[in-house]
């Protein structure tokens, strides 16, 4: 898997070094030599990973990764900060910048390649999110980005079969109003992962009794888990079981002994980004859900219908299929009279009517102005034509006010066709249907007919 990386660093040697590496894996390489121009870079390059230097003159490393996540147009590239500087608080420090990972010098080559296949395939899968995200917005389907969000509220479950270390990470966790729960065997992690949401899984490679990483890759290999950000914490000695927990798809690690202060920070970074990966997926749901509904009835609009249609007449549906074409009379009236807001409401007020009397698994959508078809999988002719009676009969029924005091009538004509065969088209089976509705108008309103089946 290529991608490219942005080399920061203002000694030449080290980045010709990083470059060298990197570049003998197939990975495409830029570098800058400070942190100005790693910020115009990644705007202008969009990297898929930046390796950043700490200890840069005018703009340090901080500064520079924290400028990047504050943008926009950069917040979602992952940055690796590489320095000299081994202290915790300082690799605290890095991460409160909006680091992804903290590297100390002299690199451990074989860790700085697992790190950067793990944060560039996690990368890849945001991109696809994030474009479809930002085609959303751009259509106005969605709101705009939000600021980061507190983790408080959080859900982190922690697997240790060691009542000590849990406890440390649980206390630890709780001090950022993350909620935290707690398993010692795979068999209870992945019971719990089933039932509750979490946002955030902190697995022990330190269990005696079974191997952590199996779970790992159980906890990759499921549906509702796979996305859940995973990280590790290991003993010094475990070097080649983390970069072997990398390869199976975790996101993040921390040695003992803990300390508490970077744990925080690691798990805050790692529940930001599901938060960000879920903010990206909300968006698209409600995008194509705007795409595929109107808006004013909630029903489905016409390009879905044809899909939906089109997908069942291509199925042999047993005891064929039925369409209702809805049409409600006289309603130009009502906007004329009373107001196009007075119409709305009573295109409302017959959409309610028909989601409540018919079928679950029939499907309504809004085919044009004031008219609505109906599909029914699995009814023949007479049951079709007696529900689409007794939806007249409630229209008919039902009240309308469009002004205070005023009361209106709504009628409503209906077509209504069938197809036994699924070698008929839908367009054909909406024309049936159009052409009944229309027969029905003829006939003087307010009736119900049936198409021909030589129509069909």
């Known amino acids: 898997m ?39 870079l990644a705007h202008a390059w969009q990297p898929d990973l930046i390796l950043l230097d700490v200890m840069m003159p005018e703009m340090d490393g901080y500064e520079t990764c924290r400028r990047l996540k504050d943008d926009a147009a950069t917040i979602h590239i992952p940055v690796v900060m590489v320095t000299a500087l081994g202290e915790p608080s300082e690799r605290l420090r890095g991460l409160e910048a909006g680091a992804d990972d903290f590297l100390t010098k002299p690199v ?22 994030r ?68 946002d955030l899984v902190v697995l022990s490679l330190s269990m005696t009794a079974e191997d952590p990483l199996r779970l790992a890759s159980r906890l990759r290999a499921t549906d509702g888990t796979q996305d859940i950000p995973l990280l590790l914490i290991a003993e010094p000695e475990q070097k080649d079981r983390i970069l072997r927990g990398f390869d199976l798809g975790a996101n993040d690690w921390l040695l003992r002994p803990i300390d508490e202060n970077e744990l925080r920070a690691r798990a805050r970074n790692q529940i930001r980004r599901k938060f960000y990966q879920d903010r990206l997926r909300a968006d698209l749901g409600t995008a194509l859900e705007m795409a595929l509904t109107d808006p004013l009835t909630g029903f489905y609009n016409q390009r879905y219908l044809m899909r939906h249609l089109r997908g069942l007449m291509a199925t042999a549906q047993t005891g064929g299929i039925a369409v209702m074409m809805v049409d409600v009379d006289h309603f130009k009236i009502v906007n004329d009279r009373y107001g196009h807001p007075a119409g709305d409401r009573a295109l409302k007020a017959v959409a309610d009517t028909l989601r409540g009397r018919t079928r679950v698994f029939d499907s309504i959508a809004r085919y044009g102005g004031e008219e609505f078809v109906v599909v029914m999988p699995g009814a023949g002719p007479q049951d079709a034509m007696a529900a689409a009676e007794r939806l007249r009969v409630a229209i008919e029924a039902m009240p309308f006010s469009p002004e205070p005091g005023v009361k209106h009538p709504l009628t409503i004509s209906i077509g209504v066709a069938f197809s036994s065969s699924h070698n008929h088209s839908a367009e054909l089976l909406l024309q049936a249907a159009d052409q009944a509705m229309y027969q029905a108008k003829r006939a003087g309103r307010n009736r119900v007919e049936l198409a021909a089946q030589s129509a069909v």
Not at 158 to 185: N, P
């Open 108 to 129: 451990e080559y074989d860790t700085l390649l697992a790190r950067v296949r793990s944060l560039v395939r996690l990368k890849r899968l945001l991109d696809e999110w």
């Open 2 to 40: 290529t991608a490219r990386i942005l080399i920061v660093d203002d000694m030449p040697a080290n980045t010709r070094l990083l470059e060298a590496k990197l570049s003998a894996e197939y990975y495409q390489v830029a570098t800058a030599q400070d942190g100005f121009e790693a910020i115009r």
């Open 131 to 198: 474009l479809r995200g930002e085609t959303a917005r751009a259509l106005g389907l969605t709101a705009e980005e939000l600021s980061p969000p507190s983790v408080a509220g959080a859900r982190a479950l922690v697997v240790d079969d060691w009542d000590l270390g849990a406890q440390t990470v649980q206390d630890a966790l709780s001090r950022e109003g993350i909620l935290t729960g707690r398993a010692s065997s795979e068999a209870e992690a992945l019971a719990l992962t089933a039932a509750i949401p979490f």
